[in-house]
C-alpha cells in the first residue's frame, strides 16, 4: 500500500540554526499538509498546500516558516532560525484531489530536538 | 472555536470491547476521523464517518456518532494486545480538510 514518508526521522539541531524537513506524499495525491505534535499535547496543524502555494496556515505558521514542493515529488518544510519551543514531532499528510472529505494519510514523523 | 475533547486514558483486559469516547464543538462538521498511533510509529487512519451516519461497521470496529450531542465513540471489538496505541479522534475543519485532532486516548490492553 502507497505511503506517505519523511526524512529524518530524527533531527538535532542547534537552535537559530535552519532545519529542513522533507516529505514524499503519496504520488497521486495533490494536497499536502505539515502538523505538529509538541511532546504531551495536542497535534496541531500548521499549513496546507496545493497547486504550488499555501491555502492555509495557522497562526503557529509565521514568518519563520515556509513549505516548498521543489520537485514532482518531493514537499518540504523549512524552518529558517529554530527556536527551543519548535522541538516537537513533525507530521507530513497528503491526500486525493476532488471530495475534500478524502481522508488524508499521514507519515510516521519526523522528531524535532532544538538544543 | 473547534475544540476536540478525549479522555486520556483506558484499560482494558485482552479479548473485552474497548470503548473509546470523543466529543466535538464544530456543527458544520462532515467528517469525523479515529487514527491510532502505535509508539515510535506516525497516524495510522482507522477509519472515518459521515456525519448523516449514526454508525459505521468494519470488522471489530464500530464507530457510533449522535451528531445531536456531538459525540462520537470508537469501539474495538476482542481487544488484543496489539490494540495498546493512542487512538485520536479528529473532526475536519473548514474547506481544506484541516484536521482538528484530540489529545489522544491511550489504550492499555492487558492480560
Known amino acids: 500500500e502507497p505511503e506517505v514518508t519523511q526524512t529524518p526521522s530524527h533531527q538535532v539541531t542547534q537552535m537559530g540554526q535552519e532545519v529542513i524537513l522533507r516529505c514524499v506524499p503519496i504520488s497521486n495525491h495533490l494536497y499536502f499538509y505539515w502538523y505538529r505534535q509538541i511532546l504531551g499535547q495536542k497535534v496541531e496543524f500548521l499549513v496546507s498546500f496545493y497547486n504550488n502555494e499555501i491555502s492555509e496556515k495557522s497562526e503557529i505558521f509565521d514568518d519563520q516558516f515556509s513549505v516548498e514542493r521543489p520537485d514532482g515529488s518531493n514537499f518540504t518544510l523549512k524552518i529558517r532560525s529554530t527556536k527551543l519551543e519548535d522541538s516537537a514531532m513533525y507530521f507530513c499528510?497528503?491526500?486525493?484531489?476532488?471530495?475534500?472529505?478524502?481522508?488524508?494519510?499521514f507519515g510516521d514523523g519526523t522528531r524535532l530536538s532544538i538544543l | 472555536g473547534e475544540d476536540v475533547e478525549q479522555s486520556l486514558f483506558l484499560s482494558v483486559r485482552e479479548g473485552d470491547s474497548s470503548v473509546i469516547n470523543c466529543t466535538y464543538t464544530d456543527s458544520s462538521s462532515t467528517y469525523l476521523y479515529w487514527y491510532k498511533q502505535e509508539p515510535g510509529a506516525g497516524l495510522q487512519l482507522l477509519t472515518y464517518i459521515f456525519s448523516n451516519m449514526d454508525m459505521k461497521q468494519d470488522q471489530r470496529l464500530t464507530v457510533l456518532l449522535n451528531k445531536k450531542d456531538k459525540h462520537l465513540s470508537l469501539r474495538i471489538a476482542d481487544t488484543q494486545t496489539g490494540d495498546s496505541a493512542i487512538y485520536f479522534c479528529a473532526e475536519k475543519y473548514g474547506g481544506y480538510n484541516k484536521l482538528i485532532f484530540g489529545a489522544g486516548t491511550r489504550l492499555a490492553v492487558h492480560p
Open positions: 499528510a497528503s491526500r486525493l484531489p476532488g471530495d475534500s472529505n478524502q481522508p488524508q494519510h
